[in-house]
């Protein structure tokens, strides 16, 4: 048995609809949205008393961003909302992406903070966005 391709990332939100419209102008799909709770959604995760709000998004190739807002137990932060990169854990998620000016400018309308820009050598162009909650987005343009 192997793996066949990995499904989606989960990302714990405190604002659910401005994260998801985040997602939503980088050009992600949303797939639906549902509220789950129980004792079952519990034993899964290992909480009690669970109730929380659902938002799956998917990219153009199908590979997803479920975005959860807990309703109970209460969400915990871990670290400032602003850490930086090198903070321990899962930091950022990368995108590739086509016509990367035109995304990041379109992210700053949004209100996306960039955190920095370079060129990688003769293959990459890349870009670090910051969005709602202090998320994290990289942005890869490969050269033509």
Known sequence: MAIKRMDNVLIVVDDLEAVKAFFIALGLTLEGETTVEGPMVGQLIGLENVRSTIAMLRTPDGQ???????????????????????TLGLRR????VD?????????????????????????YR?????????????L???AS
Not at 67 to 72: E, G, R, W
Not at 93 to 96: D, I, K, T
């Open 126 to 138: 890349l870009a670090y966005i910051r969005g709602p909650e202090g998320l994290i987005v990289g």
């Open 99 to 123: 016509g990367i000016d035109a995304v990041v400018a379109r992210m700053r309308e949004h209100g996306a903070e960039v955190i920095g820009e370079m060129q990688y050598g003769e293959s």
């Open 140 to 142: 890869a343009e490969a």
């Open 93 to 96: 998620v990368m995108f590739a």
């Open 64 to 86: 997803g961003i479920e975005l959860d807002k807990f309703h109970t137990p209460d969400a915990v932060r871990f670290g400032p909302v602003d850490a930086p990169v090198n």
